[in-house]
């Protein structure tokens, strides 16, 4: 395997490319890149390794993990700690890594959901897959509606205080428990840096739940998970449904979202895309950027050609109000 040298104009374009977390010390690029797909064992190895290397080179530093992500379980986070060992090693401190527990994991009543001791075991086996001593970032990955929110919750701020984790952050909780769970962390000197949700062209929850705007009113970032919709904010499902695709797999993306409605809005998307003389992804990831409170778009990427041209939209023009109109 070749020896990895990190491009040296990696950060040539720092304003551009990055923007503040909330109200922290922490900058997060624009475009960060996720590992749920195409980095699990059943992945290539060298594809995977590309990928990273490409995003690196060109100031992607934020790389976003799950215990469970892969397939296999954890096999994502072990592809992430070979190449930790082989790539990254001497850059650890220019990568913002996280990793999140909450979804099941292991057999048994002690593998899933939000107990201390889940949440404690699986960051330790989290950092020895990732060959990592402690981790930049720690999610409860989803609510858990039975576990005393304080236990989980004090169960991150003792993760953040024992050095395994700088960070804490919450994905995917309901505003209100969201809400309880900011204030007994800041009360805790363990301030939330950040939420995670599905925001993106065709799914506004976090908008129209009020969850963005908090992020906005009390200083903590926000970062979309699926800001494409699993492709569906692509020129992929146009006219058929691509054979290797996701859709056609029918896992997390099935055949019954291509509905009338959508292929109307997704036309209406690539009308405005061809305006701005850019590609369907490229537009959706700029009007997400372009959204209040918003820190970055969490991308997953299958070469390092559909990484490098989304990308681009860190560098997009703003859009005009006519523009706005037509993707309302």
Same mark, same amino acid.
């Given at each position: 395997?070749?020896?990895?040298?990190? %491009?040296? /104009? =990696?950060?040539?374009?720092?304003?551009?490319?990055?923007?503040?977390?909330? !109200?922290?010390?922490? +900058?997060? *690029?624009?475009?960060?890149?996720?590992?749920?797909?195409?980095?699990?064992?059943?992945?290539?190895?060298?594809?995977?390794?590309?990928?990273?290397?490409?995003?690196?080179?060109?100031?992607?530093?934020?790389?976003?993990?799950?215990?469970?992500?892969?397939?296999?379980?954890?096999?994502?986070?072990?592809?992430?700690?070979?190449?930790?060992?082989?790539?990254?090693?001497?850059?650890?401190?220019?990568?913002?890594?996280?990793?999140?527990?909450?979804?099941?994991?292991?057999?048994?009543?002690?593998?899933?959901?939000?107990?201390?001791?889940?949440?404690?075991?699986?960051?330790?086996? %989290?950092? /020895? =897959?990732?060959?990592?001593?402690?981790?930049?970032?720690?999610?409860?990955? !989803?609510?858990?509606? +039975?576990? *005393?929110?304080?236990?989980?919750?004090?169960?991150?701020?003792?993760?953040?205080?024992?050095?395994?984790?700088?960070?804490?952050?919450?994905?995917?909780?309901?505003?209100?428990?969201?809400?309880?769970?900011?204030?007994?962390?800041?009360?805790?000197?363990?301030?939330?840096?950040?939420?995670?949700?599905?925001?993106?062209?065709?799914?506004?929850?976090?908008?129209?739940?009020?969850?963005?705007?908090?992020?906005?009113?009390?200083?903590?970032?926000?970062?979309?998970?699926?800001?494409?919709?699993?492709?569906?904010?692509?020129?992929?499902?146009?006219?058929?449904?691509?054979?290797? %695709?996701?859709?056609?797999?029918?896992?997390?993306?099935?055949?019954?979202?291509?509905?009338?409605?959508?292929?109307?809005?997704?036309?209406?998307?690539?009308?405005?895309?061809?305006?701005?003389?850019?590609?369907?992804?490229?537009?959706?990831?700029?009007?997400?950027?372009?959204?209040?409170?918003?820190?970055?778009?969490?991308?997953?990427?299958?070469?390092?050609?559909?990484?490098?041209?989304?990308?681009?939209?860190?560098?997009?023009?703003?859009?005009?109000?006519?523009?706005?109109?037509?993707?309302?």
């Amino acid at each position: 395997m070749d020896r990895y040298i990190a %491009s040296e /104009r =990696r950060y040539d374009n720092s304003e551009q490319i990055y923007r503040r977390c909330g !109200r922290s010390g922490i +900058l997060l *690029p624009k475009i960060s890149l996720g590992f749920w797909h195409n980095f699990g064992a059943v992945d290539p190895f060298e594809r995977s390794r590309d990928i990273v290397r490409c995003a690196f080179d060109n100031g992607i530093t934020h790389f976003d993990l799950a215990n469970n992500y892969g397939p296999p379980y954890g096999s994502a986070e072990e592809t992430f700690g070979k190449l930790m060992s082989t790539d990254f090693k001497p850059y650890r401190d220019e990568m913002f890594i996280c990793t999140k527990a909450g979804y099941d994991m292991w057999p048994g009543p002690y593998g899933n959901w939000g107990s201390r001791k889940y949440l404690m075991a699986s960051l330790d086996q %989290s950092l /020895r =897959r990732m060959n990592l001593d402690y981790v930049d970032l720690f999610y409860s990955h !989803r609510y858990d509606p +039975l576990t *005393p929110l304080d236990e989980t919750l004090q169960a991150i701020v003792d993760i953040v205080r024992s050095g395994k984790a700088l960070y804490a952050g919450i994905s995917r909780w309901p505003l209100e428990a969201f809400k309880y769970a900011h204030k007994y962390l800041q009360s805790r000197d363990v301030p939330l840096l950040i939420y995670q949700g599905r925001l993106n062209l065709l799914d506004r929850a976090p908008q129209e739940e009020g969850i963005t705007e908090y992020c906005k009113e009390n200083g903590i970032g926000f970062i979309s998970f699926s800001p494409l919709a699993q492709g569906l904010l692509t020129e992929k499902y146009l006219n058929e449904i691509p054979e290797g %695709s996701r859709m056609s797999r029918g896992r997390s993306l099935t055949s019954d979202r291509l509905t009338d409605e959508l292929y109307s809005y997704l036309n209406r998307l690539k009308e405005v895309a061809d305006r701005r003389d850019e590609d369907m992804a490229q537009t959706a990831l700029t009007w997400l950027l372009s959204q209040e409170g918003v820190t970055s778009a969490l991308i997953g990427a299958s070469s390092t050609n559909q990484l490098l041209r989304n990308i681009r939209s860190i560098y997009s023009h703003p859009f005009t109000k006519e523009e706005n109109d037509l993707l309302k």
